[in-house]
């Protein structure tokens, strides 16, 4: 069973424009972390915020995170062509990740 | 690119014959996680193995079972294979167990069972 749930599933956006995806999740959590995959190939650690935590910065990417709400979303500004690919999250918790279906986003140029 | 490296990349087999998948570690990590992910989906936790030894696994039967070794590269072994075991089998490392390690995943194996 996966833990997230990503909204939407696929966003198509224009260059330039900023990218929002969404994730909810069921149980208590103590971090959450994003990433990234680029035509069914390996993942690329994105992003991880812990529980204690609302708002978290890297670079084009925002994330904050609702633990009243189970949920977290992903911000890209900006978005570039090479921004296209399938994003999810996962949440951790001991030795166990579990991810979300993922949030495949097409931006065109 | 991470320094994690999976071979082969991709795999044809018939079901009920056995599979084994190898996933050499980043330098200097002692922990490795295996995922199996079907097309469309999230990958799904298979289990992990820390320091040689199983340290969790996820809901899967005892037909995918694993090894590391002492220089922490590891083995994914499913025997047995049925038709829904075709996915893109992914591995990942970190530097410790603790789950505020990132993990470095590698390119994955894609298996496809016919």
């Known amino acids: 069973s996966q833990q997230g749930e990503e909204d939407p599933q696929a966003l198509s956006i224009q260059e330039g424009e900023n990218a929002t995806m969404n994730c909810s999740y069921k149980t208590s959590i103590n971090n959450l972390q994003w990433y990234r995959q680029n035509s069914g190939r390996g993942l690329v650690h994105l992003i991880l915020i812990r529980s204690n935590e609302r708002e978290k910065h890297s670079g084009r990417l925002r994330v904050t995170l609702d633990t009243s709400k189970k949920s977290s979303s992903l911000l890209i500004t900006a978005s570039r062509a090479a921004d296209t690919a399938s994003y999810f999250c996962a949440t951790a918790g001991g030795f166990k990740t579990i991810f979300g279906a993922g949030t495949r986003l097409f931006v065109k140029a | 690119e991470t320094g994690v490296t999976q071979s082969p990349t991709h795999l044809i087999k018939t079901r009920g014959q056995q599979v084994t998948l190898r996933c050499s570690s980043q330098s200097g990590h002692n922990t490795v996680s295996w995922y199996q992910q079907a097309l469309g989906q999230g990958p799904q936790f298979i289990f992990q193995y820390y320091r040689e030894e199983e340290n969790g696994r996820g809901n899967f039967p005892p037909r995918f079972s694993g090894l590391q070794f002492p220089n922490y590269s590891s083995e994914l072994n499913v025997n047995a294979l049925e038709l829904d075991d075709s996915a893109l089998y992914l591995c990942?490392?970190?530097?410790?167990?603790?789950?505020?390690?990132?993990?470095?995943f590698g390119p994955g194996t894609r298996l496809t069972v016919l």
């Open positions: 990942a490392s970190s530097g410790a167990s603790g789950e505020y390690n990132e993990q470095f």
